[in-house]
């Protein structure tokens, strides 16, 4: 599907979950050919998921439909001030641990 969608030649690139299903290995070629797709064709991406990448430049956290916290990637992940961000970032990083 990444494939079909970057061959329209698009100035921004959807990821819907894109990673989540795949493999740790899998993954990080995914992700690794983005990073390159962006800086190469000045592709943005918009990525919709539970994972956090040092790809983000900014970052947008929803509970529930509601906007929790928006801002730049390592404002939003390093000053977490509620409740559910703190799980959220805890759980996120207990996850790269153990991958």
């Known amino acids: 599907m ?3 969608a970057l061959a329209a030649g698009p100035d921004i690139l959807l990821c819907d979950e894109i990673p ?3 493999d740790v ?4 070629h995914v992700l690794d050919l983005l990073r ?8 943005a991406c918009v990525f919709i ?8 430049h900014g ?23 509620s409740l ?3 799980r ?3 759980a996120f990083r207990a996850n790269e641990r153990t991958a």
């Open 25 to 28: 290995t899998i993954q990080a």
């Open 20 to 22: 989540s299903a795949l």
């Open 2 to 4: 990444t494939a079909r």
């Open 36 to 43: 390159r797709l962006q800086a190469q064709w000045g592709i």
């Open 49 to 56: 998921t539970h994972l956090v990448s040092d790809l983000a």
């Open 88 to 90: 959220l970032i805890s």
């Open 59 to 81: 970052l947008m956290v929803l509970d529930a439909g509601e906007i929790r916290d928006i801002g730049m990637t390592r404002a939003v992940t390093e000053t977490p001030r």
């Open 84 to 86: 559910y961000k703190k």
